[in-house]
């Protein structure tokens, strides 16, 4: 049975620009036409701005077309009549939870839609148990809203929808802000609603394994429909998905390379798992293991030293929490390092300490060797010299231009207008923004457009640390391959600092040199990449992860193989898998 119908759907997003009152029109959904059968489960993929959040929003009626309709279950979500009853039949879970949190307490706030539906009492405290224990959130019931970490609001936003029951949930990067173990977390729920309760999933991300287990899979492009079938069928399409800017299973991707090198491997192992079994019965001809020197740290220049850091949120309340605690930490000149741990582990909190955001409840913070709480310093100078580009960058853009935008911070630093023009000019130049953009509205740049002229509002403070938090969240493949490019370009070209917070084990793998490791507010674990990294079995059970190559050579090895386990690039892999493998 067809529970969505989407026929000859257009949208059209029209801009106004104030000064010459022209308006433009962007086409986001073009002519698509699709049919979802109740209880499949349906994964859309794309890059940023093929549309894929447009269509989102038509679904459950947020969003009405310019041309054609969506019927849900037969009713037109055209007709405002008809609306109460869409909206229960499908639940949406946004991006960004900040959109969706309504409460002051997370039970009051996942019971917020079950109560709108005038449930029963008691059938209401049944749904708020089953959404908080399907996103693992029973012990946050009573927890102020305010004081979770952006991925323990994504769980709450999911629980509330979970708590209606609808029919339908469409769900747009539901895992942007989770760490490895509550995406899995939360794609295994989707998958036992889908199977177990017949509820239709529609599924937008970025993570292609979140979609191999997908009934269907869609890929979306300027606005269309390109590709549509079983996953596995639209992932063998590897040049084509590689040209849409989106990425294959790593898995998928190895076996590709590997075929180019000579290799005639079967194309149809989608997770790392089934590759190190398709790998072990072809066979190795011998087996490597490659010793890489962990580097001695030398006498550095050092810029940021955290010692006996605790910080307690509410303190003397019911709500009192420790946040971090015993913290020492120290950052040199030219580090790159990673911070990583599950979501709530305290990461943002930390990095807030770096610039006297938040000052601790006890301990110390030195820059530059100098305490800054101390002789009453002032905070101004400490921030200009550590810059933070917090989560979703773009909502730190406020000017009517890109041009005044970037020049905000260094006009309130009271520079000279030519030092001012000197600045913006270069930090818009070193994200690669060039002059045609001056003049735009920030607000009407690509999401990875907007990052990097957020990026270029701190760049032109010329800090001499840069923290970036989750920076890569929501964007494709694509764009965070190309914003992590830009960053390693910065350290390179400025010699910044800089500290990357994320919970991709990928990212953090490729670029960083060190990486210090937060669980439940204490240090788990801090040093060299490869130090950090050899340590799988812990890291998985603190919810994280180890880089998927990584993850490929830990498996052979736990099946008698002695490979180097610190491998955590797709062209490395493959060159050692071509070197041992037997041809087949």
Same mark, same amino acid.
């Given at each position: 049975m067809k529970f969505l119908q989407i026929k000859n759907l257009s949208f059209n997003y029209v801009s106004h620009n104030e000064e010459t009152g022209e308006k433009t029109s962007y086409k986001a959904i073009d002519n698509i036409s699709l049919d979802i059968e109740e209880g499949s489960f349906v994964a859309i993929l794309g890059h940023n701005g093929s549309g894929k959040s447009t269509l989102a929003k038509h679904l459950s009626g947020i969003l009405k077309g310019h041309e054609g309709e969506v019927l849900v279950e037969g009713l037109s979500t055209t007709d405002e009549k008809n609306m109460w009853d869409i909206r229960k039949k499908v639940g949406m879970v946004f991006q960004n939870p900040d959109n969706q949190i309504v409460a002051t307490i997370v039970e009051d706030d996942v019971a917020f839609g079950a109560e709108n539906l005038g449930l029963e009492r008691e059938e209401i405290k049944k749904r708020i148990d089953f959404g908080l224990n399907a996103v693992n959130m029973q012990d946050f019931r009573h927890?102020?809203?305010?004081?979770?970490?952006?991925?323990?609001?994504?769980?709450?936003?999911?629980?509330?929808?979970?708590?209606?029951?609808?029919?339908?949930?469409?769900?747009?990067?539901? =895992?942007?802000? !989770?760490?490895?173990?509550?995406?899995? &977390? /939360? #794609?295994?729920?989707?998958?036992?609603?889908?199977? @177990? +309760? *017949?509820? =239709?999933?529609? !599924?937008?991300?970025?993570?292609?394994? &979140? /979609? #191999?287990?997908?009934?269907?899979?869609?890929?979306? @492009? +300027? *606005?269309?429909?390109?590709?549509?079938?079983i996953p596995l069928n639209v992932f063998k399409n590897v040049?084509?998905?590689?040209?849409?800017?989106?990425?294959?299973?790593?898995s998928m991707e190895i076996i590709y390379n590997l075929n180019k090198k000579g290799h005639n491997i079967p194309l149809d192992s989608l997770s790392i798992e089934d590759l190190a079994k398709k790998l072990i019965n072809i066979g190795f001809n011998k087996s490597i293991y490659e010793h890489i020197e962990n580097n001695i740290e030398q006498e550095q220049e050092e810029k940021i030293k955290l010692k006996d850091i605790k910080y307690i949120y509410s303190p003397k309340t019911v709500f009192e929490k420790i946040a971090l605690d015993n913290i020492n930490l120290t950052i040199n000149k030219g580090d790159f390092l990673g911070i990583i741990g599950h979501t709530g582990s305290g990461k943002s909190t930390l990095i807030q300490m770096f610039n006297a955001l938040i000052k601790p409840s006890f301990g110390q913070v030195y820059i530059n060797r100098e305490e800054i709480y101390s002789n009453n310093k002032p905070l101004k100078d400490i921030r200009q010299k550590v810059g933070v580009v917090f989560q979703y960058p773009e909502y730190q853009l406020f000017e009517e231009t890109v041009y005044k935008d970037v020049a905000f911070a260094p006009i309130n630093m009271g520079l000279s207008k030519e030092e001012v023009d000197k600045r913006v000019k270069e930090a818009l130049n070193t994200v690669f923004i060039d002059e045609s953009y001056y003049n735009k509205s920030p607000f009407e740049l690509s999401g990875g457009e907007k990052r990097r002229v957020a990026i270029a509002g701190i760049l032109a403070m010329k800090p001499e640390v840069l923290i970036f938090d989750e920076l890569?969240?929501?964007?494709?493949?694509?764009?965070?391959?190309?914003?992590?490019?830009?960053?390693?370009?910065?350290?390179?070209?400025?010699?910044?600092?800089?500290?990357?917070?994320?919970?991709?084990?990928?990212?953090?793998?490729?670029?960083?040199?060190?990486?210090?490791?937060?669980?439940?507010?204490?240090?788990?674990?801090?040093?060299?990449?490869?130090?950090?990294?050899?340590?799988?079995?812990?890291?998985?059970?603190i919810g994280l992860d180890i880089p998927k190559c990584s993850k490929l050579f830990h498996i052979l090895n736990e099946n008698g193989f002695n490979f180097n386990t610190n491998i955590f690039t797709i062209d490395k892999c493959v060159d050692i898998l071509n070197k041992t493998l037997n041809k087949c």
């Open positions: 927890s102020t809203t305010s004081n979770l970490s952006g991925g323990q609001k994504q769980r709450i936003a999911i629980a509330g929808i979970l708590a209606m029951e609808p029919k339908c949930i469409v769900l747009d990067e539901p =895992t942007a802000m !989770l760490d490895p173990r509550g995406r899995k &977390e /939360v #794609i295994e729920t989707i998958k036992k609603l889908n199977k @177990e +309760k *017949g509820i =239709t999933i529609v !599924l937008i991300t970025h993570y292609m394994e &979140e /979609v #191999i287990d997908a009934d269907r899979l869609i890929i979306m @492009e +300027k *606005g269309k429909v390109v590709l549509d079938d040049e084509k998905i590689k040209e849409l800017k989106l990425d294959v299973p790593e890569t969240a929501g964007l494709d493949p694509y764009g965070r391959e190309e914003i992590l490019s830009q960053i390693k370009y910065m350290q390179q070209k400025l010699d910044t600092t800089i500290v990357l917070v994320s919970h991709s084990m990928d990212d953090v793998s490729k670029t960083c040199n060190k990486v210090f490791v937060l669980n439940n507010g204490n240090m788990a674990l801090n040093g060299m990449v490869t130090q950090v990294f050899e340590n799988g079995k812990m890291l998985e059970s």
